[in-house]
């Protein structure tokens, strides 16, 4: 039993979910190979991009489809190595100071191949905001603004809830189960978006069996994330380039978090949408709108 279903056969559905009623921009899947693996990622047009956007733990590319979609802006969605179409690594590390050093090796590959612009704004979700912090500071130039999105430096045991969703079943009877499972952890969005991303997040096997697509889900208790919050505070105070905060309001961080980014990044805004941690799946016509207003041209 399989299900062929074309990954982008959602999207005029994501974009009646936010309101657009114009024809659907051109996008496309591209890959490279960055040296310690393949990475792969969705070229949203007309490009080269200004905006690059990486994706939370367990996530893929295709969370950001309705954010772009209301916010018709040119976009580069990576697939986190271990997520989506991108390469599983051998180690399972998945820390943001062994990622980085693979997207920006990727993102340069793909400047030169005219997709993405040299001095973008990269805006992470989560475990994607802090790799997109060790981005900006390993390739000087490659990043000019950093926008995360419900995630700083965090002390270990900060995020129990997502943690407890990734320590779920590695194999599910039926994507409606996994459906099931995260709409009790209040993730997705509702339930047609939920369906959608899961549909797009997981394959069947041959037996019927449903399976995530991401590394984390097999690795257990093996997969390695090193976050370390006094490294990743040390790299963020040491971008010099802008840095902003997009907060959920039911989300990780709390004012107290996101007032100590101002403090280490003087200058850094910091906006709260009334979302849980996925925004971008939450509340995408709002994220859209936030980004807009915080990127300014580099949306346009």
Do not use: C
């Amino acid at each position: 039993m399989t299900d062929e279903r074309d990954e982008f056969s959602f999207l005029p559905d994501d974009a009646r979910d936010v309101g657009r009623t114009d024809p659907l921009p051109e996008v496309r899947r591209v890959e490279v190979d960055a040296g310690d693996g393949r990475v792969s990622a969705l070229a949203w047009g007309p490009l080269p991009a200004r905006v690059v956007l990486l994706h939370g733990a367990a996530l893929n590319a295709h969370t950001w489809d309705a954010t772009v979609l209301a916010g018709g802006f040119a976009a580069l969605a990576l697939d986190l190595p271990g997520h989506g179409d991108s390469a599983w690594r051998d180690d399972g590390d998945y820390g943001p100071e062994t990622l980085g050093p693979v997207v920006a090796r990727a993102l340069d590959r793909w400047v030169s191949h005219g997709l993405v612009e040299r001095g973008a704004t990269l805006v992470g979700q989560s475990l994607g905001g802090l790799i997109g912090a060790v981005v900006a500071a390993y390739d000087p130039g490659l990043v000019a603004h950093l926008v995360l999105v419900d995630i700083l430096p965090l002390p270990p045991g900060a995020a129990r809830e997502v943690e407890a969703f990734l320590a779920g079943p590695a194999e599910f009877a039926s994507r409606d189960e996994i459906v099931a499972r995260a709409l009790a952890f209040g993730l997705g969005g509702g339930r047609d978006r939920l369906e959608r991303g899961v549909h797009l997040n997981t394959r069947v096997r041959p037996d019927g069996t449903v399976v995530w697509k991401h590394h984390l889900a097999t690795l257990g208790g093996r997969a390695v994330l090193r976050l370390d919050a006094d490294t990743l505070w040390t790299t963020i105070e040491g971008l010099g380039i802008p840095v902003d905060l997009v907060r959920a309001g039911r989300g990780l961080l709390t004012a107290e978090a996101a007032a100590e980014l101002t403090r280490r990044s003087p200058g850094a805004r910091a906006v709260v949408v009334d979302a849980g941690h996925n925004i971008q799946e939450d509340a995408p016509v709002e994220l859209a709108g936030v980004l807009t207003e915080l990127i300014g041209r580099d949306v346009s």
